[in-house]
């Protein structure tokens, strides 16, 4: 009987050492905001969520291979500040994986970074807020938008000098 409870238990140890997927825990390094923080968003907007669906994505390391479970945020009422604004976006499943939590129905200013398939993504660690929450943030996005002439900032360094100018 021992013999058989020990060769389970070895047999349990192997299985859950071998048998298991990575796993990924999320750690963000939080500073205090500052407006030149947001000149490196790939796209900075307004949005009220619609629905929320899981769905497979692209998996976060090539040498993993598989597909990956992500939240698909969609969104209405889309309102740009800058970059390409795109009615749904992604994030990873859970908070633990880095993904933020977006409830429906409330309105938020989307801080967006693109991936390689040009997929809009948003993490826990990112200055994503609900709008209500975000007084500090949208203030230096009105004060970069009205700043600069629609479509004259192209690259992230004129974003960064105008944001530099505005958190003056």
Do not use: H
Request: glycine share 8%; charged share 20%.
């Amino acid at each position: 009987m021992q013999t058989k409870t020990l060769t389970l238990i070895v047999l349990g140890v192997i299985g859950c050492i071998c048998g298991s997927p990575p796993v990924y825990a999320c750690s963000c390094v939080q500073t205090p905001f500052d407006c030149k923080q947001l000149a490196a968003a790939d796209a900075v907007f307004e949005a009220t969520v619609e629905s929320l669906d899981v769905r497979q994505g692209p998996s976060p390391s090539p040498s993993l291979g598989a597909t990956y479970p992500e939240r698909l945020v969609r969104l209405k009422d889309v309102r740009k500040w800058w970059g390409e604004a795109q009615d749904s976006i992604v994030t990873a499943l859970s908070e633990e994986s880095c993904g933020y939590t977006f409830r429906t129905g409330v309105r938020y200013l989307v801080v967006a970074g693109r991936r390689a398939d040009g997929r809009l993504v948003v993490s826990w660690c990112g200055l994503t807020k609900p709008l209500a929450e975000a007084a500090s943030a949208l203030a230096c996005v009105r004060s970069f938008a009205n700043s600069v002439k629609p479509g004259s900032a192209k690259r992230s360094g004129d974003r960064t000098a105008v944001l530099l100018r505005a958190s003056k």
